[in-house]
């Protein structure tokens, strides 16, 4: 792609283009920011209009049943299935991934140290997202465990021994867009005695994965960034179904009882994967929910997530061509693995000192990414969206704000709550 009439060319044979008409983006707007929230399906507004209007409005508590509220998280859970190469009955859609994560690991290492009371130890990496280390971290402080990380992917085989129960990864990295090999990693674990939790935050609707062939134990992730479920929308959770009904999961609300409706005063956990449901659904959430996901789900006729794949990788090529070529000598430098296999849906550029006010001068340009402390430009790549004209349009933008030094100015130096 050396030019952008190349770029258009590549935009009218590409066999996913059509997949951008279920999105609102506005004209202009370049949005590499998927992998932080996704955009708008167009059918999301109508859809929880619906709920308010006629559900809410008009059925009002009986729409539990006549609208099929009760089995909306598993019925969405089974669509994000067909995405991580889970079976129906397998996920359930519900609560927030840091939740789900507190879920999963509060079981896993019940499981784990059930036969093996010496293993002590949570692995994972420094680098992981800072919300699954807290609650790793608060999980072995109250169990009195060690949580122990390493520094780099490479040292995480020698932390899997006979002192591990659990290894804990983000299959994706949310700073860099390094992607474990999960089936090793997995098998890995395995080998040592361990089980393999994952969080599929920065995979799930980006990158092919297959939790069934891999052996995982576990997984959780969330359903507002890929799967363009809108800003907050509930997250979901995968257990194996081996270890489904080993051990009830400490948020064992009525949602998760084999029969909320009989409210009897003991706890009696739901067959399989039901019993990670905790509260009440979050309807509204969850309708806008299955509308994001079912944009994902409208590429399976045209070779479903290794179509998105390959196109999210053609895209992120690009990207990291143009800009290592045309914005060379501003100090940028790539963090992102240049490897396909090792690279999710994003690239990340370094920059030692101005990273977040060249964000910020990007964005007034109309293109969006993010800043990730602390000197991390990021880029999402969302296939469903994003054409190639944009990355060509998206390093153009990147090279004049580099060239005119527009990140020196004061109001793109001032930090927001959300960078």
Not at 138 to 162: C, F, K, Q, S, T
Request: with cysteine; hydrophobic share 45%.
């Amino acid at each position: 792609m050396n030019t952008r009439d190349e770029a258009l060319a590549l935009d009218a044979a590409d066999p996913l283009a059509h997949l951008r008409e279920q999105f609102d983006i506005r004209p202009g707007l370049i949005y590499l920011d998927g992998n932080s929230l996704g955009v708008m399906p167009k059918a999301t507004p109508a859809r929880v209009q619906q709920v308010v209007a006629q559900e809410w409005g008009t059925g009002l508590i009986g729409s539990w049943n006549s609208a099929g509220w009760m089995d909306l998280a598993p019925r969405i859970g089974d669509k994000i299935a067909q995405l991580i190469g889970a079976k129906p009955g397998e996920c359930v859609a519900a609560d927030s991934t840091s939740v789900n994560l507190f879920k999963v690991l509060s079981a896993a290492l019940t499981i784990a140290r059930a036969d093996a009371p010496q293993r002590m130890r949570i692995v994972s990496e420094r680098s992981n997202f800072p919300t699954d280390l807290y609650i790793a971290e608060a999980l072995a402080a109250e169990r009195g465990l060690e949580l122990v990380l390493a520094d780099n992917p490479e040292e995480l085989p020698a932390l899997l021994d006979a002192r591990c129960a659990v290894l804990m990864l983000t299959h994706v990295n949310y700073r860099t867009g390094r992607m474990h090999d999960m089936a090793a990693l997995t098998q890995l674990a395995h080998a040592a005695g361990a089980l393999a939790l994952w969080d599929l935050a920065h995979s799930a609707g980006a990158v092919p994965v297959d939790l069934r062939g891999s052996g995982a134990d576990f997984a959780i992730g969330c359903g507002y960034k890929y799967l363009n479920g809108g800003p907050g929308a509930p997250a979901f959770v995968w257990v194996a179904p081996r270890h489904a009904e080993r051990f009830w999961q400490p948020l064992a609300g009525w949602m998760g009882h084999a029969a909320p409706f009989e409210f009897t005063p003991g706890y009696r956990p739901a067959p399989g994967i039901r019993r990670y449901l905790c509260g009440t659904p979050a309807v509204l959430s969850l309708a806008a929910l299955e509308c994001g996901v079912d944009t994902v789900l409208a590429a399976e006729a045209h070779g479903g997530m290794a179509a998105l794949r390959q196109k999210s990788l053609a895209l992120s090529r690009a990207f990291t061509a143009l800009v290592e070529v045309r914005c060379a000598g501003f100090g940028l430098s790539l963090v992102s693995p240049h490897d396909d296999a090792q690279r999710g849906s994003q690239v990340c550029f370094a920059h030692p000192t101005h990273g977040y006010a060249m964000v910020q001068a990007l964005i007034a340009r109309g293109v969006v990414g993010d800043f990730r402390a602390p000197d991390i430009l990021r880029f999402g790549f969302t296939p469903l969206y994003l054409r190639f004209v944009d990355a060509w349009d998206a390093v153009e933008q990147l090279r004049q704000m580099l060239s005119h030094e527009e990140w020196r100015e004061a109001r793109f130096n001032q930090k927001a709550a959300v960078t």
